[in-house]
C-alpha cells in the first residue's frame, strides 16, 4: 500500500483512527510493562536497606 501524502498515511485509508489509537495503547502498555517493574525493585531494595541498616544499628 502507497501513500500520496504524509496526511493519506496518517488517515490510513479511513482508519487512521483505529490504526494509531492501536499504536498509542500499545506503547502505553509497553512503558508500564517496563516502568512498573523497575520501580517496584528500587523500593524493594530501598526498604531492605533501611530494615538492614536498622538490624545492624541494634
Given at each position: 500500500?502507497?501513500?500520496?501524502?504524509?496526511?493519506?498515511?496518517l488517515a490510513?485509508?479511513?482508519?487512521?483512527?483505529?490504526?494509531?489509537?492501536?499504536?498509542?495503547?500499545f506503547l502505553?502498555?509497553?512503558?508500564?510493562?517496563?516502568t512498573l517493574?523497575?520501580?517496584?525493585?528500587?523500593?524493594?531494595?530501598?526498604?531492605?536497606?533501611?530494615?538492614?541498616?536498622?538490624?545492624?544499628?541494634?
Amino acid at each position: 500500500m502507497s501513500f500520496a501524502s504524509f496526511n493519506e498515511f496518517l488517515a490510513m485509508g479511513h482508519h487512521g483512527l483505529y490504526v494509531w489509537s492501536a499504536y498509542g495503547i500499545f506503547l502505553l502498555v509497553l512503558v508500564i510493562n517496563i516502568t512498573l517493574p523497575l520501580h517496584s525493585k528500587r523500593r524493594y531494595l530501598q526498604q531492605e536497606a533501611r530494615r538492614l541498616r536498622r538490624e545492624n544499628s541494634k
